[in-house]
């Protein structure tokens, strides 16, 4: 099955890029054309960038990492969101802080605050505070929320990170490139694909072409995830299968098995005797030969 099709590209808007005068030159050969003072992207690169970068995600997380989505523009918050959690990944769509990957150890503290802020409010701690200090804590933890909610149960570094916009997420590009970390990002007329180990040309500004790119990368996550899975019933199966086999061969075994005569050389064998219980017989019972004259005496 396709991974994505040239007539929902077109529907989404994927080949409009910036103005001539805005574009960045090393852009050039994923530029098809330029229509009324706008560059037209090249949607045959882009569907093959599209697959390599599916691909690429896909393998990541198959292999056991995780996979970061990142767009804090207006048009990228909400689909960064919809699609990290339907996938069960995280994601940055308010704001970037700095050191996030190359400072993972302080951020983590702040995660840590996070849960100890939401586990305060929940048993029953606030109830012994003031008005003045719970509203405090309050929005302490709503900025925090905002901010890291959804990289919360985040322990490690991630594997691979997803961009929307890598002139706007210049400090993420940065960090991930610093940190050995692949770059899977949706470049635009007006971006720098160097650097990216996936870029993928296409409109990053509409809100129905990022979400396009947003789902098809949600989705190899999804796919990974069932593959996963399904090796994990194979192997389950396969060990039924082999413990049925060891039990079965084990009571053949148990059934057939020769006996050592040679250990048993040397050793009275004692028979016991069978024991004979006598019967009562009555005499009507007993046998008569009719065949045989019997004389009185």
């Given at each position: 099955m396709a991974v994505v099709t040239m007539k929902s590209l077109l529907e989404s808007g994927v080949?409009?890029?910036?103005?001539?005068?805005?574009?960045?030159?090393?852009?050039?050969?994923?530029?098809?054309?330029?229509?009324?003072?706008?560059?037209?992207?090249?949607?045959?690169?882009?569907?093959?960038?599209?697959?390599?970068?599916?691909d690429a995600v896909r393998k990541t997380v198959?292999?056991?990492?995780?996979?970061?989505?990142?767009?804090?523009?207006?048009?990228?918050?909400q689909a960064i969101q919809k699609e990290a959690e339907r996938c069960g990944m995280f994601y940055v769509n308010s704001r970037w802080l700095g050191g996030m990957l190359t400072n993972f150890s302080t951020i983590k503290k702040s995660l840590l605050r996070l849960k100890k802020l939401e586990k305060m409010e929940v048993d029953g701690t606030f109830e012994n505070l003031t008005k003045k200090e719970i509203a405090s804590l309050a929005k302490e933890r709503a900025k925090l929320q905002k901010n890291l909610g959804g990289i919360k149960e985040m322990k490690d570094p991630p594997g691979i990170l997803f961009i929307i916009d890598t002139r706007k997420e210049a400090i993420a590009v940065a960090e991930a490139q610093r940190m050995g970390i692949p770059i899977v990002a949706v470049v635009d007329t007006n971006c720098n694909p160097e650097g990216i180990d996936f870029p993928i040309p296409g409109n990053d500004d509409?809100?129905?072409?990022?979400?396009?790119?947003?789902?098809?990368?949600?989705?190899?996550?999804?796919?990974?995830?069932?593959?996963?899975?399904l090796k994990i019933i194979e192997t389950?199966?396969?060990?039924?299968?082999?413990?049925?086999?060891?039990?079965?061969?084990?009571s053949i075994r148990e059934e057939d098995r020769e006996v050592d005569i040679e250990a048993y050389a040397g050793e009275a064998v004692v028979v016991p005797a069978p024991v004979v219980v006598a019967e009562e017989v009555e005499e009507d019972a007993l046998p008569v030969d009719v065949d045989k004259v019997y004389e009185a005496k």
């Open positions: 080949h409009f890029g910036h103005q001539v005068k805005r574009w960045d030159p090393r852009m050039k050969k994923y530029i098809f054309a330029e229509r009324n003072g706008i560059h037209i992207i090249d949607l045959q690169k882009t569907i093959q960038a599209i697959k390599e970068g599916y198959a292999g056991g990492k995780t996979v970061m989505f990142v767009g804090t523009k207006k048009q990228a918050q509409a809100i129905r072409a990022i979400t396009l790119f947003t789902q098809i990368i949600a989705n190899a996550v999804v796919e990974a995830d069932n593959e996963a899975g389950l199966n396969d060990e039924e299968e082999i413990v049925e086999e060891v039990v079965t061969d084990a």
